[in-house]
């Protein structure tokens, strides 16, 4: 269960990394203009985090679709695939 805790914890940290570099760094302190700026940049956090999430959706989007596209190639291209001749076995003749 721990190691579970600390996977969803490091999944977590590499989501929001980027957000992280666009976002300012922690302002130390209770001040209520300290506190302001941290509020502003745990929204930023959350815009950032959001957007990624976004364009990480639309990839996965993009890929099932190709996916799909190249399924129904390699189905067309089956379907195209000369057909094995038939070959009928006479039925035996009796006397």
């Known amino acids: 269960m721990r190691n579970a805790a600390i996977i969803g914890m490091t999944i977590a940290g ?3 990394a980027p957000a992280f570099a666009a976002c300012p760094p922690p302002t ?3 001040t209520p203009a300290e506190i302001k700026a941290n509020a502003e940049r745990l929204v930023c956090l959350q815009r ?3 957007a990624d999430t976004e364009r990480r959706r639309q990839q996965m989007e993009i890929d099932a679709l190709n996916n799909r596209l190249r399924d129904l190639e390699l189905q067309r291209r089956f379907d195209n695939l ?4 038939v070959i009928v076995v006479p039925p035996p003749m009796t006397l």
């Open 82 to 85: 000369p057909k094995p001749p």
């Open 28 to 30: 130390p302190g209770d």
């Open 14 to 16: 590499l989501l929001a």
């Open 48 to 50: 950032e985090i959001s």
